[in-house]
């Protein structure tokens, strides 16, 4: 069933932002550290209502101890939902549409579950497979072809305006 987003951009809402694991693989990555640490600290002052799935939690089961200890901590604060149904299904249609191919079915199913799951924003460093000029219209295309709305898709550095002062968007 599709998320009726109307609720949600309610001026001063706290925005529903999925963040796939490369997202916590960041704060310890010299090249995305600055970004990705100013994206969980606005986690952390209550500016995004974070969104995690299975996925993400069994991905990070995998990850460097630092990358786990960091997760664990932050996961307090994260709402964990579930692989639906819904979500599979979106994940073959975007697989199907040639969106991404089988290799990368798991990141077509981060922007399933973010889809499906009623989240206004997917955030992830992976720029081959979820942030990228082309691929984001057509995930967008079959959300809106399978009764969705959009998402947007973006690198934490595109959601945090000033990390140097630490303001959000």
Known sequence: MPVDRAEENVEGAVIRVYADTSVFGGVFDEEFARPSQAFFESVRRGRFQLVI????RDELAEAPENVRAFSQQIRLRAQEVDVTGQA???QKAYLAAGVVGPASEFD???VAVATTSGCRVIVSWNFRHIVNFQKIPLYNGVNLARGYGTIAIHSPQEVVA????GQDI
């Open 88 to 90: 599979v299904r979106l």
């Open 162 to 165: 000033d990390v140097d002062q």
């Open 53 to 56: 799935s299975a996925v993400v």
């Open 108 to 110: 077509a199913l981060h």
